[in-house]
C-alpha cells in the first residue's frame, strides 16, 4: 500500500502564492510519476499536473501553464505544487496522487492508483 498525505493549502488574497507538498509513503518502489488534480464544487476533478519520478519531466493542465511548478524531492519522497499568480478560480481542493502504470494517460483522474487526502485552496478576490 501507498499512503500520500497533502498538505499546504489555505486562504490566499488574488495574486498570491501558495505551495503544496505530498509526501508518500509505504511501497512506493512502483511509482512511475505522481500528479495534482483539483476539484472545485459542482465540477469534475481536473487535471494539474504530473511528474514522471525517474526523469523529473513535467506535464501540466491548461490552467496551471505558465503559473505552477510541479517538483519533486526523492530523498524526501515528496512532490510539490508551486502555485504562483493566484486567481480566486484555482479555489478548489488539491489532490495528489500515485501512478503505477506508464501506459496510462497522465493526464486522466483513473490513471492513478493512489490519492491523498486533499487539501483545500481558496483564494479570495
Known amino acids: 500500500q501507498v499512503q500520500l498525505v497533502e498538505s499546504g493549502g489555505g486562504l490566499v488574497q488574488a495574486g498570491g502564492s501558495l505551495r503544496l507538498s505530498c509526501a508518500a509513503s509505504g511501497r512506493t518502489f512502483s511509482r512511475y510519476a505522481m500528479g495534482w488534480f483539483r476539484q472545485a464544487p459542482g465540477k469534475e476533478r481536473e487535471f494539474v499536473a504530473a511528474i514522471i519520478w525517474s526523469s523529473s519531466s513535467t506535464y501540466y493542465g491548461g490552467s496551471a501553464k505558465g503559473r505552477f511548478t510541479i517538483s519533486r524531492d526523492n530523498a524526501k519522497n515528496t512532490v510539490y505544487l508551486q502555485m504562483n499568480s493566484l486567481k480566486p478560480e484555482d479555489t478548489a481542493v488539491y489532490y495528489c496522487?500515485?501512478?503505477?502504470?506508464?501506459?496510462?494517460?497522465?493526464?486522466?483522474?483513473?490513471?492513478?492508483?493512489?490519492w491523498g487526502q486533499g487539501t483545500q485552496v481558496t483564494v479570495s478576490s
Open positions: 496522487g500515485l501512478q503505477t502504470n506508464p501506459f496510462r494517460n497522465r493526464g486522466d483522474f483513473y490513471a492513478y492508483d493512489y
